[in-house]
Nanobody, 117 residues
Framework: QVQLVESGGGLAQSGGSLTLSCVAS????????MGWYRQISEKQRALVAR???????LYGDSVKGRFTLSRDSAKKTVTLQMNNLQPEDTGTYLC???????????WGKGTPVTVSS
């Protein structure tokens, strides 16, 4: 079992910044992706940023140039620095860990982000 503990989030004004962190613990795959998604409907989640086990970092189109994801593999942590926040960034942000070997898929409980105009 894998546990994902999220921190950060909260309220920000348009143009402001917030930082999200996620720490993984438990029986984690030796090769895994880890990142953040935003819940956009009951069944849909949109990619915010994802650090692949290869070292590549992927970003959703809407956050490119504004958000930066960093990964500390030793601490099993990813940190999302969100700058120039906009009201459309509002939502629940969920941490995700996807194991490549062995295959696994875990989600955090989510942390809310609210951006006021």
């Amino acid at each position: 079992q894998v546990q994902l503990v999220e921190s950060g989030g909260g309220l920000a004004q348009s143009g402001g910044s917030l930082t999200l962190s996620c720490v993984a613990s438990g029986r984690i795959a030796c090769m895994y992706d880890m990142g953040w998604y935003r819940q956009i409907s009951e069944k849909q989640r949109a990619l915010v940023a994802r650090a692949r086990y290869t070292g590549e970092i992927l970003y959703g189109d809407s956050v490119k140039g504004r958000f930066t994801l960093s990964r500390d593999s030793a601490k099993k942590t990813v940190t999302l620095q969100m700058n120039n926040l906009q009201p459309e960034d509002t939502g629940t942000y969920l941490c995700n860990l996807v194991g490549v070997r062995p295959v696994m898929d875990y989600w955090g409980k989510g942390t809310p982000v609210t951006v006021s105009s």
